[in-house]
């Protein structure tokens, strides 16, 4: 049993609270990734859960032990706990022999181990005499990640473990240290500020903001119902459209749109850029435009549409296939399926907000 239970944590340094009353549990054998802008403290949870800050208040638990908390601190070493910092941090002057055994006891440090984790992070036997300097970016992450799991910790902590790498590889190797806690049966906890990763290699996402957890749910969840419009516009592209939501439907510049759940009043709607279609101009029931800009991206394209009314009406389609329409051209736009929906606060609603989808 390695579930993480993390109660009521809070930290501050000096008197700048950095976590504030932080609840997360983490399943035993899942992945959670703690998705948040720079500085909103995710660094600080993992040190947390890891030993190597002291919190405040609060409890930490690892599997049924209290490690942290009520008077109890567990020395990191103590935890059950495998920990992968930013960019690897191998040890330079140690092959990934070395490297890999390092932190086992004397008679640990054996052959079939090494080849045990080699084979578990999926890297061939040979690397095992390599530098780290000799491995590519996503080796060396591969390299980290069967030295943190070498001592089969119950739980792995990985701190955006990814970020050094280029895109392409980011993806390959996230998947790869997925497959690796998996096949381990390990308990991780991914810190990243990349949305992409939290949804595709997490089965939960605890989203970060100024050192509170604003929602923890399912990827799927997360993208199709977020909490608030912050997280939505967080989580991935959106339209932010105003409406008057009259229960299960809210009326907007692009007609009356279906609602996830029910509200009443002034709304502001989340659609994704995926649900808004492009018809042709004479179809029934659209909302008439014209193509002002498309960037197109291989795999599918954005494109963006002022609308004929209101006239500072815009919206932004994400468009697969290969019917992708060029700068000018007529269309009528619709959306498709249940849109979420806001209650307009005062506060916010007072500031200039980007109405446009990242
Ligand atoms: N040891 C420390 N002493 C003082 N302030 C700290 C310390 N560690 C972190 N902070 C501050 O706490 C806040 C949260 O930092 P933290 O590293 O946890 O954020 P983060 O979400 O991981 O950010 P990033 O994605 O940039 O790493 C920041 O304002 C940071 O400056």
Known sequence: MSKVEISGVTKS???TRVLEAVDLT???????????ASGCGKTTLLRLVAGFLRLDSGEIRIGDRLVAGDGVTVAPQKRG?????????LFPHLDVRGNILFGLARKDRTEARLREMLDLAELPHRVATAYPSELS???????AVARALAPRPGVVLLDEPFSSLDTALRESAGRAVVRVLRHAGATGLLVTHDQNEAL???DQVAVMRVGRVAQVSSPVELYRAPHDVDVALFVGGANLVSGTATGERALSMLGELPLLAPVKGEVRLVVRPEQVVLRPEAADGVTRGAVEEVSFYGHDASVRVRLDA?????????????????????????????????PVDPVVDGEERAESPA
């Not at 983490?26 to 948040?36: C, E, F, K, R, Y």
């Not at 706990?81 to 941090?89: C, D, F, I, L």
């Not at 009406?313 to 399926?337: L, Q």
């Open 81 to 89: 706990v495998g920990y992968v910092a930013q960019e690897g941090a």
């Open 13 to 15: 340094f000096g008197s």
């Open 26 to 36: 983490v399943p035993d054998g899942s992945i959670t990734a703690v998705l948040g």
């Open 200 to 202: 595709s290699l997490a």
């Open 310 to 342: 209101p006239a500072d009406g815009v919206v932004v389609s994400r468009v697969t296939g290969r019917a992708i329409p060029a700068v000018g051209d007529r269309v009528g736009v619709a959306v498709e399926g249940a849109v979420g929906a806001y």
């Open 137 to 143: 970016g996503g080796q060396q992450q591969r390299v």
